[in-house]
């Protein structure tokens, strides 16, 4: 089966969020820092657009030619969750 | 047979330097298959050489011999921080909270989270506002042996960034 660009992209991106996914999922398992939460809810949501974006692309899902809106909603949830990563301030024990 | 018996006692030297170890960290710690490894496994849980524990989704593996208490224990200083705590009180055997926290550069809710874990675990104790080791010997013996993976090592180096955005 010959995978096209799009998908190629999405599966590599796929496979490189593994890690930081389980080592900020792990982190706030350890740590409860509601930072790290949102910072692993961020990879978990760009994992999962991509992931979304793969199975289009090879052919699993349909609409594999109007992925952009699948694109945008994950590109911005990711985005929010990373300003609220790096903008919240947290008061107390988290 | 003797190859058998050398994978069998690998295993179990495995599950005796990392207690608590799921079934995948074991598989990188022995290099053995996963279902040579399932097998030993089974076969040293059935003999009552190795516990086995469910852990949410997963199962941990246990020295049968190690006290229900001490397990507890060794998944609490896991962490690098929890580890750094308890190298300060075991050097300082009475200290506040807060003065600790300034010592290690942790902010004070993440110094607060992992002490009042150790409180609930009876490892750490506070008299008159001051954090005292009741098991000061049991602990030591415990940092000494841990060994952290290299998956511990990436966490924790992700806490460790992630704490400095409190400070």
């Known amino acids: 089966m010959a995978l096209s660009q799009e998908a190629l992209f999405a599966g590599i991106t796929c496979l490189l969020l593994v890690v930081p996914g389980v080592v900020l999922l792990r982190g706030y398992l350890r740590s409860r820092n509601p930072r790290m939460m949102l910072a692993a809810l961020a990879v978990a949501v760009f994992f999962t657009t991509d992931f979304v974006l793969l199975l289009a692309h090879i052919g699993w899902l349909p609409g594999a030619e109007e992925t952009e809106l699948v694109e945008f909603v994950g590109d911005l949830a990711t985005a929010a969750l990373l300003a609220l990563t790096f903008t919240l301030r947290f008061e107390g024990a988290p | ?167």
């Open chain 2, 1 to 167: 047979m003797t190859a058998l018996l050398d994978s069998r006692s690998m295993v179990l030297r495995s599950v005796e330097t990392v207690p608590g170890a799921h079934l995948r960290s074991l598989q990188r710690i022995s290099r053995l298959p996963l279902g040579t490894l399932r097998h030993h496994l089974g076969r040293l849980v059935s003999h009552h050489d190795v516990d086995e524990e469910q852990d949410r989704r997963f199962k941990r593996f246990y020295p049968a011999a190690m006290a229900p208490r001490t397990r507890r224990a060794w998944d609490a200083i896991r962490p690098r921080q929890t580890r750094a705590i308890l190298e300060v009180l075991l050097e300082a055997p009475a200290i506040r909270q807060t003065v600790l926290s300034r010592r290690l550069s942790l902010p004070d809710s993440t110094a607060h989270h992992h002490i009042r874990r150790l409180k609930d675990l009876e490892i750490v104790a506070e008299t008159n506002g001051l954090l005292h080791l009741p098991r000061a010997t049991e602990v030591a013996a415990l940092l000494a042996a841990v060994r952290p993976t290299f998956l511990d090592e990436l966490t924790d180096g992700a806490i460790g960034l992630f704490d400095q955005l409190e400070g």
